[in-house]
Nanobody
C-alpha cells in the first residue's frame, strides 16, 4: 500500500518562494509518476505539475510554467515542488499524488494529506 507524506507548506509574501516535499513509501511500478494538484477555496482541484520516476519527464500546468519546478529523488522515493514568484492566486491546499501520466497530466491513484500554501499580497 502506497503512503504519501507531504511537508513544506506555509505562509509567504507575494514574490516569495516555498518548496514542497512528498515522500512516497510502498511505491510500485503501477504508479510510475508523482505530482501535485491544488485546490483553492470554492474551486475545483486542479493539476499543477508531475514528473515520471524513471526518466524525470516533467509536466506543468500553464499557470505555473516558468515559476514552479518539479524534481524527484528516485532513490528516496521523494518528489519536490520548488515554487518561485508566488502570487496570491497560488493560495491553495496542495495535494501530492502518485499515478501515471496521461495527456500531459497526472492520473492520480493515491493522494497525500495535503499542505496549505498561503500567499499574502
Amino acid at each position: 500500500q502506497v503512503r504519501m507524506v507531504e511537508s513544506g507548506g506555509g505562509l509567504v509574501q507575494a514574490g516569495g518562494s516555498l518548496r514542497l516535499s512528498c515522500a512516497a513509501s510502498g511505491r510500485t511500478f503501477s504508479n510510475p509518476a508523482i505530482g501535485w494538484f491544488r485546490q483553492a477555496p470554492g474551486k475545483e482541484r486542479e493539476f499543477v505539475a508531475a514528473i515520471t520516476w524513471s526518466a524525470g519527464n516533467a509536466y506543468y500546468a500553464d499557470s505555473v510554467k516558468g515559476r514552479f519546478t518539479i524534481s524527484r529523488d528516485a532513490a528516496k522515493d521523494t518528489a519536490y515542488l520548488q515554487m518561485n514568484s508566488l502570487q496570491p492566486e497560488d493560495t491553495a491546499d496542495y495535494y501530492c499524488a502518485v499515478g501515471w501520466i496521461n495527456i500531459a497530466t497526472l492520473q492520480p491513484q493515491v493522494w497525500g494529506q495535503g499542505t496549505l500554501v498561503t500567499v499574502s499580497s
